[in-house]
């Protein structure tokens, strides 16, 4: 018989505004499922950390640049843009509340605990489409991992923000020459075209090494104008 730390523990289970999100202990991982899909857990953040990365590399130059992370996950994204002297404004976009509760106050804390406390940080409790499409603020760089890639979304709705239209609104939040960096579990040709027909300039894709199967990867693009 297995041994018990070997069977998932369930720490919370919640009814979120786009249904249920859990977080589970796994040995010694924390792990987020939404809806019974598998979201991400803490056994590495490599991927994470090269998302902020390779959108800070891809801007040019100029000081202090803000990022706004869509989707707070297991806080890998923040907590790396927060350890970086070279960011100005960190804004994250997270629509489950429970997630937000995990770092302030729960299992997550340890990980986010001071980037949480960084007075550069901003937590937006909102829906990134709908943020993108409503508000007035503008970023140097806007990082995306709140889905498994554009074709493999977490729920439905979130397809309109790898659309013609869902780009064009992540361009207007960008400053001139500002970068879009988009995480996904395979690589997608389709994803990079779509880009390229919204304007987006450079658009390239860099792969991320994983144990066994295709790389995962982060789509890359510089703004129009």
């Known amino acids: 018989m297995p041994a018990s730390y070997d069977i998932p523990e369930v720490l919370d289970r919640r009814e979120g505004p786009h249904g249920e999100v859990v977080l589970r ?13 598998f979201l991400m857990d803490t056994s590495d953040g490599r991927s994470e950390r090269l998302l902020v990365d390779a959108a800070r590399d891809a801007l040019d130059g100029r000081p202090e640049p803000s990022v706004l992370i869509g989707g707070l996950g297991v806080g890998f994204s923040l907590a790396h843009a927060a350890a970086d002297p070279h960011w100005g404004r960190i804004a994250v976009v997270e629509r489950e509340p429970a997630v937000i509760d995990w770092h302030r106050t729960g299992p997550l804390r340890d990980l986010t605990r001071q980037a949480f406390r960084d007075p550069r940080t901003d937590i937006l409790e909102t829906d990134l489409l709908a943020y993108v499409n409503e508000t007035s603020d503008t970023f140097d760089a806007l990082c995306l991992d709140i889905d498994n890639g554009p074709g493999w979304t977490v729920t439905e709705g979130n397809q309109g923000l790898y659309s013609a239209a869902g780009l064009a609104s992540c361009a207007r939040v960008l400053s001139p020459g500002g970068v879009l960096a988009v995480w996904s579990a395979q690589p997608s040709p389709e994803f990079e075209e779509t880009l390229r027909n919204a304007g987006f300039n450079q658009v390239r894709t860099e792969e991320i090494p994983v144990a066994r199967g295709v790389p995962d990867v982060v789509h890359l693009a510089v703004g129009p104008g």
Do not use: E, K, S
């Open 25 to 37: 202990r796994h040995g010694d991982l924390l792990q987020i499922i939404a809806n019974g899909c």
